[in-house]
């Protein structure tokens, strides 16, 4: 079991313009600090098991649900007892044999 944070916009500190332009405009969509949380696990027989994807929110909306990802808002980015708790309860013994 893995989390790891994924960055909504990632701006790179270098850009590619013409030779002798003075300035290069970059498109961003105007979230660069934000991101979410990703928890990924396998079993020992290399088994994917469906991943958690956690987003600063205290509650999500409903629309848009996959069945093979685990979407959940928290008070934080990351994961608690609580959260753990919950993949375990959502997750690991539904999908466990």
Do not use: Y
């Not at 990632?10 to 660069?32: A, Q, S």
């Not at 600090?33 to 999500?60: G, N, Q, V």
Request: hydrophobic fraction near 35%.
């Amino acid at each position: 079991m893995d989390e790891t944070p994924v960055m909504f916009d990632f701006i790179e500190n270098k850009t590619i313009g013409m030779k002798g332009i003075k300035t290069v405009h970059i498109k961003t969509i105007g979230h660069e600090k934000s991101h979410f949380s990703i928890m990924l696990s396998c079993l020992e027989d290399s088994t994917k098991i469906k991943p958690m994807i956690i987003f600063k929110r205290k509650a999500m909306p409903k629309s848009n649900r996959s069945k093979d990802i685990f979407i959940r808002g928290f008070e934080k980015e990351w994961m608690d007892g609580n959260g753990v708790k919950l993949g375990i309860r959502n997750i690991w013994q539904k999908q466990v044999p």
